[in-house]
Structure formats: C-alpha cells, structure tokens
C-alpha cells in the first residue's frame, strides 16, 4: 500500500489497493477534517467507569485512576481542564489526576457519562472487532504500566504524564476500528484491514489528538516515539513510549513483528542497561497492570 501526503488539506491521504480501502479512505478524510469524535476504546472499561461514576463518594484520586483507563475520555477530560472556562491561569496540565482536580469531581462526572454514553451506544456495530479492540487496549495498557514505571526512575518526564501518553499512542487504531463495521466486506480481508489501520494509525492518531486539544508535549511525543535516542536514561517522553512499547508483554495486535523480531527490538531497546534495572521496571509494570485489572473486575 503506498501514501501520498496532501499539505493542503493537512491532512495526509493513502492511495489505497482497492475500491474497498479507497471508500473507507475517503470518508475517513471528511470525518477527520470535522473534527469531533466519538469512538469506543474498551467496553469493559466503559462499563466499569460507567458504575464508578454513579457512586457518589468516590474519592478524587480513584476517579482519576479509572478514567485513566479509557484513552478517549482521558484526552477529553484534558481539553476541558485546559479550556479557557478552566484554565484561568494559562498553565496546562498534561494528566488526568490535575485535570480532575481542575474541573472537579462534578463535571468530570457529567464528561464522563456523556463520553461513555455515546461509546456504549456503538456496541452492537463495535462487536465484530471486539476481539481486537480488547487486545489492542490490553496492549495499551501494558505500555501505559511502563510508561509509567520508566518514568518513576527519571526526573525530567512527569509518570503521569508518562502513564497518559502510554494510553493514547495507539489512539488512531482504536478510532479506525470503531469505522471498521461500516465495510463489511473489509472485515472479510483481515489482512488488508491491518494493512490498511497500519498505513493509517498514525495520521489518524495525531488528527484525533489534535482535535481533542491533547497538551503538544503528548502529541509531539508520540509522533516522534518511533525515534528514539538510544540514551539511558531516557530524557525525553517519546523514548520513554518507545521503551515501554519494545517491552510491553502483550503484543499489538496489528504489530507484523514476528516473536523473535520483537524480543530482538527489546533486547535493542534496552542494550547497555543494568538487567536489574530492566527486570525491576519490568516488575513495577505488572504491579500498575495488575491494579488497573483488579479495578475492573472488582
């Protein structure tokens, strides 16, 4: 499949292999260029946010661990707390904790059934790539864990910030699955559908959180994590995603890395660091994952 960018639109465009890519194509150009949108991520964490939020004593810093879980409402909830209604001082957050403590509990409530809402109203058209979905937000959950972990040993990139990043760097994946259901013939082709999210995700990603307002240090970040430096450690918020994507223990379901080439991309990534040092973020990660879970299934 080949690409061609278009600078007048900003918008890149894919010239695809067949009537089938070059329909979907096109209707995903006049949705980006709206600017307003509304996708699924993970119904599980939809559903549970959903009855966290219903229970009118939760504590701040729980409701920010649940809503952490749900890439699209976390971008969201970021471009409320930094609209000009809240952010009066001019000072952006870039994590969802600050956010909360922004807006408050109240609102955050309000955004959040409204997002969950919508979400859980797409289910029936989102089943036929639930599978998928639910690997792909597993994935980014596991690089959101160490994300976080990585930056807990640094000073200069926030672990919430960190943690937040890890949730959204495959945002566009989540956003071109929920389309997916309106090209059944598509879903036919498994192949060509990875091939055609593959080609996509990137620019879907950025224009998604772009539009949603995502803070520039998460959006640049994630255009550049496939850039990494190679210091440790890492010094930058798109190495730490670069490393916490290489080590992440359940695989992207669209990743076209076989097993050996990805722990050979893991053993690359963190040459030259201290096994110790690897094997206690690697620990540090399962413990974030293992919480998130256990909230979920509480």
Same mark, same amino acid.
């Given at each position: 499949?080949?690409? #061609?960018?278009?600078?007048?639109?900003?918008?890149?465009?894919?010239?695809?292999?067949?009537?089938?890519?070059?329909?979907?194509?096109?209707?995903? &150009?006049?949705?980006?260029?709206?600017?307003?949108?509304? !996708? =699924?991520?993970?119904?599980?964490?939809?559903?549970?946010?959903?009855?966290?939020? @219903?229970? *009118? @004593?939760?504590?701040?810093?729980?409701?920010?661990?649940?809503?952490?879980?749900?890439?699209? %409402?976390?971008?969201?909830?970021?471009?409320?707390?930094?609209?000009?209604?809240?952010?009066?001082? +001019?000072?952006?957050? #870039?994590?969802?904790?600050?956010?909360?403590?922004?807006? +408050?509990?109240?609102?955050?409530?309000? %955004?959040?059934?409204?997002?969950?809402?919508?979400?859980?109203?797409?289910?029936? *058209? !989102?089943?036929?790539? $639930?599978?998928?979905?639910?690997?792909?937000?597993?994935?980014?959950?596991?690089?959101?864990?160490?994300?976080?972990?990585?930056?807990?040993?640094?000073?200069?990139?926030?672990?919430?910030?960190?943690?937040?990043?890890?949730?959204?760097?495959?945002?566009?994946?989540? !956003?071109?699955?929920?389309?997916?259901?309106?090209?059944? &013939?598509?879903?036919? *082709?498994?192949?060509?559908?990875?091939?055609?999210?593959?080609?996509?995700?990137?620019?879907?990603?950025?224009?998604?959180?772009?539009?949603?307002?995502?803070?520039?240090?998460?959006?640049?970040?994630?255009? *550049?994590?496939? /850039?990494?430096?190679?210091? $440790? =450690?890492?010094? #930058?918020?798109?190495?730490?995603?670069?490393?916490?994507?290489?080590?992440?223990?359940?695989? /992207?379901?669209?990743?076209?890395?076989?097993? &050996?080439?990805?722990?050979?991309?893991?053993?690359?990534? !963190?040459?030259?660091? @201290?096994?110790?040092?690897?094997?206690?973020? %690697?620990?540090?990660?399962?413990?974030?994952?293992?919480?998130?879970?256990?909230?979920?299934?509480?």
């Amino acid at each position: 499949m080949t690409a #061609t960018a278009s600078l007048d639109t900003g918008i890149d465009k894919i010239t695809p292999t067949t009537d089938r890519c070059a329909k979907f194509a096109a209707d995903l &150009e006049r949705e980006l260029a709206s600017g307003e949108f509304v !996708f =699924p991520t993970s119904m599980q964490a939809a559903v549970k946010i959903r009855r966290a939020l @219903d229970e *009118e @004593d939760a504590s701040t810093s729980t409701v920010a661990r649940i809503i952490n879980l749900e890439p699209l %409402l976390s971008v969201k909830m970021l471009r409320m707390a930094n609209s000009a209604f809240f952010n009066t001082s +001019g000072s952006e957050v #870039t994590d969802v904790h600050r956010a909360l403590m922004r807006v +408050g509990i109240n609102n955050a409530r309000i %955004l959040a059934l409204a997002v969950i809402g919508d979400q859980m109203a797409t289910a029936t *058209e !989102f089943a036929p790539v $639930w599978r998928l979905a639910e690997q792909l937000w597993r994935h980014t959950l596991d690089v959101a864990s160490l994300a976080y972990a990585i930056a807990l040993q640094l000073n200069g990139v926030s672990p919430d910030t960190a943690l937040l990043a890890g949730m959204v760097h495959d945002i566009g994946q989540f !956003f071109l699955l929920a389309r997916v259901h309106a090209y059944p &013939e598509l879903l036919q *082709e498994q192949d060509e559908m990875s091939e055609f999210i593959l080609s996509w995700q990137k620019q879907v990603g950025q224009q998604v959180l772009k539009a949603l307002g995502t803070p520039d240090l998460i959006v640049h970040a994630l255009d *550049e994590q496939e /850039n990494p430096s190679g210091v $440790w =450690p890492p010094n #930058t918020l798109s190495d730490v995603i670069y490393l916490a994507n290489s080590a992440a223990g359940t695989p /992207n379901p669209f990743s076209t890395l076989s097993l &050996e080439m990805q722990i050979l991309q893991r053993q690359d990534a !963190f040459a030259g660091v @201290d096994r110790e040092v690897v094997n206690h973020l %690697l620990d540090e990660a399962r413990v974030q994952r293992a919480a998130a879970m256990s909230m979920l299934t509480a």
